[in-house]
């Protein structure tokens, strides 16, 4: 997959926000190598089993055949645990907190533009402490860092929670998760942070001499969001008229489009458009002018709403001589707002403007959830389960069942176990499939 | 090689600054894949005879062995040609240009932490151009945003030049380089800018329709500076007692050291050491405070000498009853300056502080030029060539010699032909070599 500009841009809006909080929660960003020796990713029985069918191996070097083969990485822990095992020596060096960008292969069957490709850029951060409950206070922080993210930034109302046993990542512990519901109702997991225990630091002798002397494996955490994202944000807010961007993370936030007919209004209008796109940009504001000849304005209205840019602007030669200009929506097709007194008081338009991304901003957050919470359906039997997933829906019903059982309910239904949610019912409950007691819900659907 | 915090910290600021200028200059980010077809690679005759030897390939991937091996990327200039036949149709779609920052691979025999590693990091800059003029034009801009970047960030005084033909790019008409001289006096090629020609657009038929309705091949570029930047920062201002690092790409510039004997006075010097930095911090000056019980100030000032920090502020019992600190500078070892009356009048301490960083940037310019300086020689013979880098040093005579000539120099010598400078002396010169007329000096140098 080649990600374009536009594309990329999104991403780098991703990787600006979270860059920032990783830091702010006392992480360095670092680089390890992305091949690393078949023999490390064997160390750890589960991840191995997990990973094996999907990697990507470099047997020939400048040349030669290698003595032994090298792993594209797929995820990095076990390089990482390979090194923290030869910087980690006391308490003292504890907690190591790090986070790296890097692009990772696993190779992918079938695969799908942002959400399923062989190669995919992503953060992974890797964290090493001297206690079981640090690293649980760690990776629920990152799935919170998460969460955050989601809703403030991208406008998705992820449900976050706890995977299954089944579904916990490749030597983890505990794996926690986003997940989002995508237009046609799929579960999409955007993000996820592991409790990985002393599981890598036993398979790789990872361990530090405590505060009393004693030598001790150490406790690690490991959490990542991809390019994945990205398609997320497509599929959340997209419509049949194409992308729907939620203007914190838009390439472009305004669009300007200058409408002429005769060659003697052209310049008014041109520089009408340039000194509105000043007044914004001066303002912070992500604006782009589309004042080409090849196209007429009607194609450029379909072009633009395609982007899913939030807001457009018309200037015409009639605004231009009443100092005004128009401003659309893309979440509200039709409906216009137009302002007036701009060429006077330049600060009017920035208010309205930033107002109305503003107003965007929520406004996508309130339509997903109100979609997401509408397409979830509370079951109390398998039979309710079978019937929900088959609308397409999800599923929310107390679970206490079995692994076998879960597997049964994917082969069934094709939906598997999402999440448990952190925001869990009150009382004790009764398990959708066995009738057991269950102390939680679990949530049930078709994914990506 | 992993990137530890620190060092990963250089190349965060590298990124920064280059980020900034190439989107200024009208380049947007992107990102393509790293696995690129065998067959590819083999399209530019001249691309695969210089980079086969360091191929790492991909020959297994999802537990199966692949019809076509993958080639993990060197350089992505044929990947990048084969999207651009897809995506250039027409002049309106010239100039493309885009940048990448990404992992590359080669094969390397010798190995050297950050100068020459089997994998390392980089920004690849591509662009298309519909003339040949167009082209070289870019090229010569990319090449001018390396060297300000060189001088006026990282303190080194490369020398920005034309590349003979021996040593251009595999693929390219015309490489562009910046040579910088390291404290042994070797030469790093520290960033390259390419005129592709229209090399990879004939090997790709990468065409376009120009204004007449002609179809043409396009015209290209590329450009890159790597990790290798870090391993020249290090060579060209390190000394005995370690790093020494220019203020403007340094991640700490200023280590604060509380001191103190009796448990008493411990207070009253974190507290000041504590308003100090937040000072600083809030003048986005970056500072550091280390005030671990486990290590002396002794120790401390070693370890911050060999970080390469540029200001150390130390802070004793004395200095919290009189409002003052001690300030030593990593490049001047032992002057110190006393700053007082700094709790009366925090400013006066920032301004002090942001004048001693710049004198340190625009002194480590000065000195590494006079250094490089006092180490060319000016030579007009062979045998003058021969001594001169037989003492250690470049070597600067008029060339226009054969490329046999060329590498009989390198046999003999171990000296190749690091650029021909853009400055050159005025006037028709006669070639050190053979006797011939020659119109340019080139400079000679053994090199990483």
Redesign the interface.
């Known amino acids: 997959?080649?990600?374009?500009?536009y594309?990329?841009?999104i991403?780098?809006a991703i990787q600006d926000y979270l860059n920032v909080k990783f830091k702010e929660t006392g992480h360095?960003?670092?680089?390890?190598?992305?091949?690393i020796p078949y023999s490390f990713i064997e160390k750890e029985a589960s991840h191995v089993e997990g990973f094996?069918?999907?990697?990507?191996?470099?047997?020939?070097?400048?040349?030669k055949e290698l003595e032994e083969?090298?792993v594209?990485r797929p995820t990095s822990e076990t390089i990482v645990n390979h090194?923290f095992t030869q910087w980690i020596h006391s308490y003292?060096d504890l907690p190591l907190m790090?986070n790296q960008w890097?692009?990772v292969?696993r190779?992918e069957?079938r695969t799908k533009p942002f959400v399923r490709t062989?190669?995919f850029?992503w953060q992974e951060g890797h964290t090493a402490h001297a206690t079981p409950e640090e690293a649980e206070k760690e990776a629920l922080q990152m799935i919170d860092v998460y969460t955050k993210f989601a809703y403030e930034q991208a406008a998705i109302p992820v449900i976050t929670g706890r995977k299954s046993k089944v579904e916990t990542f490749a030597g983890a512990v505990r794996t926690y998760t986003i997940e989002a519901m995508m237009g046609d109702r799929k579960a999409l997991q955007a993000g996820t942070s592991h409790n990985l225990g002393q599981n890598f630091s036993r398979a790789f002798g990872t361990q530090f001499t405590d505060e009393n002397g004693q030598r001790q494996h150490i406790w690690q955490t490991s959490w990542a969001v991809s390019t994945r994202f990205i398609g997320g944000i497509i599929m959340t807010h997209g419509d049949d008229a194409g992308l729907m961007l939620p203007p914190k993370i838009a390439p472009i936030q305004v669009v300007i489009i200058p409408i002429w007919k005769k060659a003697d209004e052209k310049t008014g209008v041109l520089n009408a458009a340039s000194s509105v796109t000043e007044v914004l940009k001066s303002a912070n504001i992500k604006v782009k002018v589309d004042d080409s000849d090849?196209r007429t304005p009607g194609w450029k209205f379909n072009f633009w709403e395609m982007k899913g840019v939030p807001l457009r602007i018309e200037i015409g030669p009639r605004d231009v001589s009443s100092g005004s200009v128009v401003i659309s929506r893309r979440d509200v097709p039709g409906k216009q707002g137009k302002v007036f007194g701009i060429s006077m008081e330049p600060s009017i338009l920035v208010a309205y403007v930033k107002d109305k991304l503003d107003e965007i901003q929520s406004s996508l957050l309130e339509r997903a959830t109100s979609y997401r919470d509408s397409n979830i359906v509370d079951v109390s039997s398998y039979d309710e389960l079978k019937e929900a997933i088959s609308q397409g829906k999800w599923a929310r019903g107390p679970w206490s069942a079995s692994d076998a059982e879960e597997l049964r309910v994917k082969e069934e239904t094709g939906a598997t176990i999402r999440c448990f949610p952190f925001e869990q019912p009150q009382g004790m409950k009764t398990c959708l499939m066995t009738g057991d007691p269950a102390e939680e819900v679990a949530l049930f659907a078709k994914s990506y």
Request: avoid cysteine; hydrophobic fraction near 50%; charge should be neutral.
């Open positions: 997959m080649v990600i374009r500009p594309g990329y841009a991403w780098e360095s960003n670092m680089y390890f190598p992305q091949f094996s069918p999907e990697l990507a191996l470099v047997t020939i070097g400048g040349g083969k090298l594209v090194m003292r790090i890097a692009n292969t190779w069957m062989l190669e850029l090849q």
